[in-house]
């Protein structure tokens, strides 16, 4: 096994190790920052899929592994809403007739919520999840090193060309939950570049780390008033506070939204793919 095969596979399966860690942890009451920590894992394991995916790894060997993370990983995420939501509105609303109504909606929500996050974190069969895991480590270990590492730098590249399409059109916030994914993934690569020596701008892990900070408290705001907008209050006082908190987070996400492409920008520039992603946008 060559280098850059070695490197990714012993990342993957550190992750997979973590996946399994927390798995276990949020089973003993889990805290929230150990249903942020499963989350992420899983997140590394998704970018990890599909950068096997361009080395040549058949989709069938990937889909049953996607399929079990993905009911723990999606119910999880509820309840993380849940518990980052119920920080907010003690951020954002002055008034204790709001925060009092909506905790107790909260509540009930996360009550109701942990009670599925147990039962499918129970009922999650590691050993079916090992064997899968296994017929895919047969797979990898059969990969050429060329691809393995051609993959990695075709991986940055077409990411760096999707985020720089939706950065010169931001008009949604889908768009910014795209560039979120995209910057994730990145992230997920960049984090093992020393290792593969992949040769990086200055600044490039630090400013990417710090855009990806800013949009997850953008997308925390997205989460909180959605949720507000499904809460009804009890009382008119409620109500009225409620309406004031939504016209805020809105002008705060619009002039986020706004301020996004000058803050994505430069790490692009640092990425020090550019030319090549640009010469293969020029090719298609």
Do not use: C
């Not at 609303?93 to 009550?111: C, G």
């Not at 760096?160 to 889908?174: A, C, I, P, R």
């Not at 008033?225 to 004031?244: I, N, T």
Request: charged fraction near 25%; glycine fraction near 4%; aromatic fraction near 8%.
């Amino acid at each position: 096994m060559g280098k850059s095969l070695k490197v990714l596979v012993a990342y993957y399966f550190s992750q997979m190790d973590l996946f399994e860690h927390y798995l276990k942890k949020i089973q003993k009451n889990g805290k929230r920052s150990q249903y942020h920590q499963l989350r992420i894992s899983v997140k590394n394991l998704r970018a990890m899929h599909q950068l096997f995916l361009l080395a040549g790894v058949p989709d069938v060997a990937i889909k049953p592994i996607e399929t079990s993370l993905k009911r723990i990983y999606k119910s999880s995420g509820l309840l993380r809403d849940i518990q980052t939501n119920q920080q907010l509105v003690l951020q954002w609303s002055q008034h204790e007739a709001l925060k009092q109504d909506y905790h107790q909606f909260l509540q009930q929500a996360k009550k109701t919520q942990k009670i599925k996050v147990l039962r499918k974190a129970s009922k999650f069969d590691t050993n079916i999840l090992a064997d899968h895991v296994h017929d895919l480590n047969k797979i990898l270990l059969r990969l050429p090193n060329a691809e393995a590492s051609a993959a990695t730098s075709r991986f940055l590249e077409e990411r760096f060309l999707l985020v720089s399409k939706l950065n010169q059109s931001l008009g949604s916030d889908q768009s910014v939950h795209l560039i979120r994914k995209y910057l994730k993934e990145m992230k997920t690569i960049v984090e093992m570049s020393k290792t593969l020596d992949l040769k990086m701008g200055k600044g490039f892990k630090t400013k990417l780390v710090q855009v990806d900070k800013e949009i997850g408290q953008w997308h925390d705001l997205v989460v909180f008033r959605d949720s507000l907008l499904g809460f009804q209050p009890s009382d008119v006082m409620a109500e009225a506070e409620k309406e004031e908190v939504l016209k805020r987070i809105v002008t705060v996400q619009q002039q986020f939204t706004q301020e996004l492409p000058a803050k994505v920008l430069p790490v692009l520039e640092a990425s020090n793919i550019k030319d090549t992603a640009k010469n293969q946008g020029d090719q298609n």
